[in-house]
């Protein structure tokens, strides 16, 4: 009796895992998955960053009417952004902050451009995507509030 119980606990030792061309198949369906999956999930971030760049914009040009609205006027290009979280020198009217904290940076951690007058309306806010430079595509897609 003490026979079978030995190889029953064996059987059961050679049940109890996975054999090395188990794991490599799952390792290979892993990999095969991943190549089809990975670029579509890089696409669908990089046109998030693209998608809240754009939306920040609108933020602050609703800030900066909320600032004319109090001031009379835009802030100068020289003022910058910064004029809606910090009363500037010559701002009689401001109510300010209008901005809940600092003004935010591009997706790609980089300051957005403020022009007043703007080339594109009556002023611009825009940032160069990834590269930091004019035009591109993808992440590299130039986004302001004339789009």
Do not use: C, H
């Not at 119980?5 to 794991?23: D, H, I, P, W, Y």
């Not at 401001?94 to 997706?107: A, C, M, R, T």
């Amino acid at each position: 009796m003490s026979g079978s119980k030995f190889a029953f606990k064996q059987k059961s030792r050679q049940q109890a895992g996975f054999t090395l061309m188990e794991l490599l198949v799952v390792l290979a369906i892993l990999g095969l998955l991943m190549g089809l999956v990975g670029p579509q999930v890089l696409n669908q971030l990089s046109g998030a960053k693209v998608k809240t760049a754009g939306i920040q914009i609108k933020d602050l040009e609703q800030a900066l009417e909320m600032y004319k609205l109090d001031v009379g006027r835009f802030p100068t290009t020289d003022q910058g952004l910064s004029a809606l979280v910090s009363k500037p020198s010559n701002a009689s009217g401001w109510n300010g902050p209008y901005l809940k904290s600092k003004v935010p940076q591009d997706p790609w951690k980089v300051a957005y451009y403020y022009k007043y007058p703007g080339d594109n309306g009556d002023l611009d806010i825009y940032t160069y995507g990834q590269d930091g430079t004019p035009g591109g595509d993808g992440e590299d897609t130039d986004v302001g509030n004339w789009d």
